[in-house]
């Protein structure tokens, strides 16, 4: 009781504070006086202390087992220990929420501390406290985990058998902190705009931390995809579900920021599409947090559906119109300060990848609203599925591509002759993989493009890496030494390059798995035989257990001289649901991924298998672009764009890049 | 000027179009189950219900035969393939297919929706 007591009052005194700081903040800015933004800041930092507290106070609920807290009784038992006790944190709406204002607290206060107390600090204290309020505001007033029960059980409910995995501790905190980071660039680009300030300056603060969001949530996407595809146990990871699609969404839209800022950086164009671009990706995240939490969409994920869906239906009403607002006051000062001056040029490749990825955002919030608009419009909703998003997405993911290799090697300004000469190598590999691929048997046309744009994109990316390791070669000292300098003062340069790579994989893994999943079903008894590809799997034996109170049954298959366990427990306390334990074989080139399908008894069981190619070649590129996104985002390094010069892609037309 | 305008009208249009054809390609309408039974036959479309307690599993659980309820209706259903691990009575399930002459729905896909809240069911 003493917790709950501790915890609520954080939220209050935290809500308060974060009121004032918005008030205050906003008025500085306003007003312009210097002094009034430090006040701010310093309350929105004890805002986020409160925060911070209350999230301890959650957390020792837990660990202390303390049922009086209803959302510790709602989502753990005394059975459970360690790092799921703990995680069962945000294993719940109101956790879920306290945890993403922690999240916002933090990196919004860090992101403070350099802002300076000018009027561009002033705002973004104000607008960052705006949405702290509100989040806290939803806390204390609608959806409070600090509820109580009186009196309180001795036992709570548990946690889902489906979040019990280690999947649990990572995909949710990183994805949630996604969601949560999207505010601050927001709050810096709407404070930019009411100080009046849109040179390079506010690019120069929000794209580190659009950065840190688009990274987050690019590994809370992979994540969800890794867990999916090692608990679920259909053999997919990507379901085209409205609740994996609102977390895309707010993605793209920052994908397509990253690459455009560049464009105002060096060349002063695409200001307000610039401010539009982070504005929209927050709107999206609110607008994920708003589908995902009211239920207004049928989703194979149902979160509580609670009242807190209007709030956040007001609250993203609100961001959209005073966004728009300022947008249209401040347009004069958005123009832009060149024009664009040949369509193929770096500028009018990053435009077209702008305009791929907008439409991109817009086809899968299309596909994710329909039942909403057709509701709306006809009076009975209409729902797509997959295949409506491989239809869609595909042809732009494949122009995508195709962009990814030929868009690196364009110079600045105007593209000259010498651009197809260096579009060369790439086609040259291009055609090779394609014609690997001809010679490996595949005849259809869809994977013979791939193959070739894949491998294309694959090769520019590398080149990258090769020109760069020449230049190191004639610099003095060791070559080794050399090139990881030469890395380290371009940081931007070779993350960029490295997270294409990492893109260029993971296309490659995804193309694979979709084009040649092969699966096979059916009843094996003990010593029968399933084959499934180049894999004959033996049914050993089978067994069944009482583990923990759950029955679970074990099928041990001999491949080769190789054995997998597939597994499968059932839940009598949650109503006889099972969770299945794929075994999953993995390999470089495929996974044997085999699963013990309902229906089970001992002697004989139900083996669905499927041979997914190229899935791991999803994670291994993941990493790299995790990998490249940490490394172009690490503080120092080059101060700006290539310091040390690296003689450019093609060497520029007259005049060159400054 | 002009040169933006027209990357991005021909972008949108592409855009617009895949949009537009896929849409009137993919898209399939939720039915009541009380439409569904009126019109046997017809076209492909998806039923949301809830699982009554009579699954019946044959063929060594490839094969599920049960009765979706929606508003009082109820739709008999058969399914072949893997059912998702949270299947049992009392979920919702939104089940894709069509209306066979036997008065059997035949349902291509299933899909659980997950348990609300991620907790667990009040003890029985």
Redesign the interface.
């Known amino acids: 009781m003493l917790l709950a007591e501790l915890g609520a009052g954080a939220l209050l005194a935290a809500f308060a504070l974060a009121g004032f700081a918005a008030i205050v903040g906003l008025w500085s800015g306003w007003s312009r006086q210097p002094l009034l933004a430090l006040v701010a800041r310093r309350a929105f930092w004890g805002a986020g202390a409160g925060v911070v507290a209350a999230s301890a106070a959650l957390e020792a609920g837990f660990l202390t087992h303390d049922f009086s807290i209803y959302f510790v009784a709602?989502?753990s038992d005394l059975r459970m220990s360690g790092p799921l006790l703990a995680a069962a944190f945000y294993?719940?709406q109101e956790g879920s929420l306290l945890y993403w204002t922690l999240v916002l607290s933090v990196i919004g206060g860090v992101s403070l501390a350099s802002a300076g107390s000018g009027r561009l600090g002033a705002y973004a204290t104000g607008v960052l406290a705006t949405i702290e309020a509100f989040f806290l505001a939803v806390l204390t007033l609608v959806a409070s985990p600090f509820a109580t029960l009186t009196p309180a059980p001795a036992d709570g409910?548990?946690?889902?058998p489906?979040?019990r995995d280690s999947g649990m501790l990572v995909h949710p905190p990183f994805l949630l902190a996604g969601f949560a980071a999207f505010g601050v660039p927001f709050a810096f680009a709407i404070a930019a705009l009411l100080a009046g300030h849109a040179d390079a300056a506010w690019i120069a603060h929000t794209r580190r931390l659009a950065l840190l969001a688009w990274g987050l949530q690019g590994a809370g996407l992979t994540l969800g995809m890794w867990w999916a595809y090692h608990v679920?146990?259909?053999g997919g990871y990507w379901g085209w579900d409205p609740v994996e699609n609102v977390a895309l969404l707010p993605w793209l839209a920052t994908t397509a920021y990253i690459h455009s800022s560049q464009v105002q950086e060096r060349r002063g164009m695409l200001k307000a599409w610039n401010f539009g671009l982070v504005i929209l990706a927050f709107c999206l995240a609110v607008f994920g947090t708003f589908v995902v939490r009211s239920g207004i969409i049928?989703?194979?994920?149902?979160?509580?559906?609670s009242a807190i869906g209007p709030w956040f239906l007001g609250f993203l009403a609100v961001a959209i119109v005073v966004s728009g607002a300022l947008l249209a006051l401040r347009a004069p000062m958005l123009r832009a300060e060149r024009?664009?001056e040949a369509?193929l040029s770096r500028e009018?490749a990053f435009?077209?990848q702008n305009?791929?990825f907008i439409?991109l955002a817009?086809?899968v919030l299309?596909g994710t609203v329909?039942?909403l608009v057709?509701g709306l419009l006809e009076g009975?909703?209409?729902?797509?599925?997959p295949?409506?998003?491989e239809?869609?997405?595909g042809?732009?993911f494949l122009t995508l591509l195709a962009l990814l290799a030929a868009g690196p090697l364009l110079p600045w300004k105007r593209a000259g002759t010498a651009w197809l000469g260096a579009l060369r190598v790439p086609a040259v590999i291009g055609l090779a993989a394609a014609a690997g691929l001809l010679a490996g048997g595949v005849r259809e046309p869809l994977p013979l493009l791939l193959g070739f744009v894949i491998a294309a994109a694959g090769a520019t990316s590398v080149m990258e890496f090769v020109r760069g390791g020449r230049f190191a070669a004639r610099l003095p000292g060791s070559w080794p030494a050399a090139a990881v300098r030469l890395a380290a003062r371009n940081r931007r340069r070779y993350g960029a390059y490295l997270a294409h790579l990492g893109i260029v994989v993971v296309a490659a893994g995804i193309a694979g798995s979709h084009l040649w999943q092969q699966e096979r079903?059916a009843?094996v008894r003990t010593g029968q035989t399933l084959s499934v590809g180049r894999y004959a799997l033996t049914l050993e034996e089978t067994s069944l257990a009482v583990i923990d109170g759950n029955p679970t049954y074990t099928a041990v298959l001999g491949v080769g001289d190789e054995q997998l366990v597939a597994r499968r427990t059932v839940y009598p306390?949650?109503?006889?649901?099972?969770?299945?334990q794929v075994a999953i074989r993995s390999t470089a080139l495929e996974d044997l991924y085999v699963?013990l399908?309902?229906?089970?008894t001992p002697g004989?069981?139900?083996l669905?298998a499927f041979v997914n190619p190229l899935v791991s070649w999803i994670w291994a590129g993941a990493a790299l672009l995790i990998l490249g996104t940490l490394l172009g985002s690490w503080p120092g390094g080059g101060r700006e764009p290539a310091r040390l010069r690296v003689p450019a892609t093609l060497p520029a037309p007259a005049g060159g890049a400054e | 000027m002009t040169r933006w305008v027209v990357l991005v009208g021909v972008v949108a249009g592409c855009v617009g179009y895949l949009v537009y054809s896929a849409t009137g390609t993919q898209a399939e309408y939720y039915r009541t189950v009380a439409e569904v039974k009126g019109n046997p036959g017809g076209a492909d479309s998806r039923v949301l219900g809830t699982v009554q307690n009579d699954v019946q599993r044959l063929d060594g659980g490839l094969e599920v035969r049960f009765t979706a309820a929606q508003d009082g209706v109820n739709l008999p259903v058969a399914f072949k393939g893997q059912l998702p691990d949270i299947f049992r009575p009392g979920i919702q399930v939104v089940v894709e297919g069509r209306m066979g002459a036997d008065g059997v729905f035949q349902a291509l896909t299933l899909l659980a929706k997950c348990p609300s809240r991620f907790t667990a069911a009040p003890a029985a």
């Open positions: 709602a989502h294993g719940g409910f548990g946690l889902n489906l979040l679920l146990g259909w049928q989703s194979v994920h149902t979160f509580a559906i024009r664009l369509p009018g435009l077209l305009l791929l439409g817009f086809t299309w329909l039942p057709s009975r909703q209409a729902v797509v599925g295949s409506f998003y239809r869609a997405t042809p732009l079903v009843v306390t949650f109503g006889g649901q099972s969770a299945t699963v399908a309902d229906g089970t004989q069981v139900t669905i």
